[in-house]
C-alpha cells in the first residue's frame, strides 16, 4: 500500500518562507513523477508543482514560478516543496500527489498535469499578512 505523509507545514508571515516533506514508502518511489497541489477553504484544489522520476524536469503552477522550488531525494524516498516570498494567498492545505502526470498538449499549446490516485493527508499552510 502506498503511504504518503507531508510534513512541514506551519503559520508564516508574509514574505516568510517554508519547506514541506512528503515521505513515500509502498512504492519505487525512483520511477514515480511526484506532485504537489493544494486547497484553500472554498475553493477548489490546484496543482502547485511537479518534478519527474529522475528529478530532472519541473514545472510549476503561473503563480508560485521563481518562488517555490520542487525537488526529490531518491535516496530518502522524500519529495520537498521550498516555499519562499510567502503570499497571504498561498495559505492552503497542501498536498502531496504520486503518479503525477505531466505532458505537452499541442490542442491547448501548453503543459497540462492530471493527479495521481496517491494523496497524502495534508499540511496546513498559513500565510498572515
Known amino acids: 500500500q502506498v503511504q504518503l505523509v507531508e510534513s512541514g507545514g506551519g503559520l508564516v508571515q508574509a514574505g516568510g518562507s517554508l519547506r514541506l516533506s512528503c515521505a513515500v514508502s509502498g512504492r519505487t518511489f525512483s520511477s514515480v513523477d511526484m506532485g504537489w497541489y493544494r486547497q484553500a477553504p472554498g475553493k477548489e484544489r490546484e496543482f502547485v508543482a511537479v518534478?519527474?522520476?529522475?528529478?530532472?524536469?519541473?514545472y510549476y503552477e503561473d503563480s508560485v514560478k521563481g518562488r517555490f522550488t520542487i525537488s526529490r531525494d531518491n535516496a530518502k524516498n522524500t519529495v520537498y516543496l521550498q516555499m519562499n516570498s510567502l503570499k497571504p494567498e498561498d495559505t492552503a492545505i497542501y498536498y502531496c500527489?504520486?503518479?503525477?502526470?505531466?505532458?505537452?498538449?499541442?490542442?491547448?499549446?501548453?503543459?497540462?498535469?492530471?493527479?495521481?490516485?496517491?494523496w497524502g493527508q495534508g499540511t496546513q499552510v498559513t500565510v498572515s499578512s
Open positions: 500527489n504520486a503518479d503525477t502526470i505531466f505532458s505537452w498538449s499541442r490542442e491547448l499549446f501548453k503543459i497540462t498535469t492530471t493527479p495521481g490516485d496517491y
Open positions: 518534478i519527474s522520476w529522475s528529478g530532472g524536469s519541473t
